[in-house]
């Protein structure tokens, strides 16, 4: 076993743990969450099973593909899933935090975050009609769109947040969503590079963007152990408060 099937293997270990962990959030404690926060987490679980699930089936096929001639129908069954996983999941990243705000805000910018929402959901529709996942280029030129409005959605979240027009929320899903925040800035970096690059040098070079994904899931599972750990108090797990005096005074957008 390479590096970088190594750290392959430790990306999955820790989304599935990631995803059991959400699990227990979400189905076992939701008593001691307040609405907003539990449909938050809700939100978040979903995004998350999805990909381990994903990221599950994806080595299951590389295990069966990895020495089978470059032509081989399997191979070829194995990049289309691939890049249609890779293109659902760059569509649910960038709807995630617009999810978020219609969550957890009201009035103006709850209407502007659906109108976000349905922006992304509308771009990943029509790059998955055109027919980008056959071609590694045309996908990370969609994915790269949707990875700004991703991007962009992340950044409103949290300034919404600090400006006191989203309520309801825990800290720990704050560090959680700025942690992924913090991972969206690198990916269309990530993505300029590896179009240049193409998908055969990707895979070799792959190790950086591995790591940093390994990295991120080991974090946040983390603070999911955290939130689990507080929410074993029978006073739960009481939502944030940040604002400023206009958000204070009634003055939402």
């Given at each position: 076993m390479d590096l970088l099937d190594l750290l392959r293997a430790l990306t999955l270990a820790a989304r599935l743990l990631l995803a059991g962990a959400l699990l227990m959030v979400v189905l076992s404690r939701a008593d001691r969450l307040s609405p907003t926060s539990w449909r938050a987490w809700l939100a978040v679980a979903v995004l998350y099973i999805v990909l381990a699930v994903d990221n599950a089936v994806l080595e299951a096929l590389w295990a069966q593909v990895r020495d089978l001639a470059p032509k081989a129908r399997l191979r070829w069954i194995h990049f289309l899933f691939y890049n249609?996983?890779?293109?659902?999941?760059a569509v649910m990243s960038a709807v995630l935090p617009a999810v978020l705000i219609v969550i957890a805000g009201s009035?103006?910018?709850?209407?502007?975050?659906?109108?976000?929402?349905?922006?992304v959901v509308l771009v990943g529709a029509t790059a998955a009609a055109g027919g980008v996942v056959e071609t590694w280029d045309?996908?990370?030129?969609?994915?790269?769109?949707l990875s700004f409005l991703g991007l962009i959605g992340y950044v409103s979240f949290l300034g919404l947040l600090l400006?006191?027009?989203?309520?309801?929320?825990?800290?720990?899903?704050?560090w959680f969503i700025g942690m992924r925040t913090a991972?969206?800035?690198?990916?269309?970096?990530?993505?300029?590079?590896?179009?240049?690059?193409?998908?055969?040098?990707?895979?070799?070079?792959?190790?950086?963007?591995?790591?940093l994904q390994f990295a991120m899931a080991a974090t946040q599972l983390g603070i999911v152990i955290l939130l689990l750990r507080a929410l074993r108090d029978e006073r739960g797990v009481p939502p944030i408060r940040l604002g400023s005096p206009m958000a204070d005074a009634g003055l939402r957008p």
């Open positions: 249609s996983t890779y293109l659902l999941h009035g103006r910018v709850r209407r502007i975050a659906l109108v976000g929402a349905a922006a045309r996908l990370l030129r969609s994915t790269r769109v400006l006191g027009w989203l309520s309801g929320l825990d800290r720990y899903l704050v991972f969206v800035v690198l990916v269309p970096i990530q993505e300029v590079f590896f179009e240049a690059a193409g998908q055969a040098e990707a895979h070799q070079l792959w190790h950086l963007p591995q790591f």
